[in-house]
Nanobody
């Protein structure tokens, strides 16, 4: 059984930083791409970043490009989302996900590309 567990959310002032972590068990971690998504109240879930199995390919949504950095440590079965220059509009529930492929496909953000979701961690940015 695949388990995906996020941590690291919290309350931060605009302009500040947070780092989210996500640890996955129940699969061969370095066989799969990993991702981050978020959902704000009243909005649809948004795919914000994907990292390939070896970490060489990284994709970002335009809304976070240049401010967020995705990374992974295959020795720890963990991937991360470093969030800098946070804005009030980044406030959302953040979810990590294990993908079904080793690479970030063109439709990496689609539901059918995800094999397992984390439970979510809240990020609140005060302005």
């Amino acid at each position: 059984q695949v388990q995906v567990v996020e941590s690291g959310g919290g309350l931060v002032q605009a302009g500040g930083s947070l780092r989210l972590s996500c640890t996955t068990s129940g699969l061969t971690f370095d066989d799969y791409a990993m991702g981050w998504f978020r959902q704000a109240p009243g909005k649809e879930r948004e795919g914000i970043s994907c990292i390939s199995w070896g970490g060489t390919d990284r994709i970002y949504a335009d809304s976070v490009k240049g401010r967020f950095t995705i990374s992974r440590d295959n020795s720890k079965n963990t991937h991360y989302l470093q969030m800098d220059s946070l804005k009030a509009e980044d406030t959302a529930m953040y979810y990590c996900a294990a993908h079904v492929l080793a690479y970030c496909s063109e439709d990496w953000y689609a539901n059918n590309r995800i094999q397992s979701w984390g439970q979510g961690t809240q990020v609140t940015v005060s302005s």
